[in-house]
């Protein structure tokens, strides 16, 4: 059964395993939120849980970081931000998720998210903005999976256009 775990000292493998495959594809790892160097594992769980709470002059929003597992396996991550700020408005929004890239194609992400969904609802987030780059087509459609609806895409200033979903979560 697929489901969401916060990360824990006890995931020290899995966590090196899921970064060391995105690091050898080369490709940004997604959340950024657990990219990170991982060698002294406690400092990096104690860095990861510490954005759950509001840090003055931080520099950063409050955010819960979840992985996707099927068992022992970690096959994504969720980053929850609890709240927006003016760069997160515009790119990034509530949630940012990834599949590690041996695990994509099986339909994760769309399930991910979902979860996701459900965890920012439970913290509060009644309207969630989701957002991914326009050329990122499958993210695209796991936003509308999940009930996307599109808004004014933005424009940053290297001309990427981002595309903006926002996913009702009262009732």
């Known amino acids: ?29 997604v959340p950024n939120a ?3 160097e991982a060698s002294d594992f406690e400092t990096y769980v104690k860095a990861i849980r510490a954005r759950e709470v509001r840090a003055e002059n931080a520099g950063w929003v409050p955010s819960t970081t979840y992985w996707l ?16 700020n003016e760069q997160l408005l515009n790119f990034g929004g509530h949630i940012g998720y990834g599949i590690k890239p041996s695990a994509r194609g099986r339909g994760l992400a769309t ?3 979902a979860l996701a969904l459900e965890k920012a609802k439970s913290l509060g ?14 993210s ?3 936003i509308l999976r999940n009930g996307g609806v599109p808004d004014t895409p933005f424009i940053e200033t290297d001309g990427t256009v981002v595309e903006r979903f926002w996913i009702e979560l009262k009732g």
């Open 125 to 138: 987030i009644e309207r969630a903005l989701i957002t991914c780059n326009r050329t990122n087509v499958a």
């Open 69 to 84: 597992t099927d068992g022992e396996e970690l096959l994504g991550a969720a980053n929850i931000r609890h709240e927006l």
């Open 111 to 113: 399930k991910q998210l």
């Open 140 to 142: 695209k459609q796991v």
């Open 34 to 36: 657990v990219d990170g």
């Open 1 to 29: 059964m697929l489901r969401l775990v916060k990360t824990s000292m006890d995931q020290e493998q899995q966590v090196h395993a899921f970064l060391k495959e995105w690091r050898e594809r080369d490709e940004r790892i």
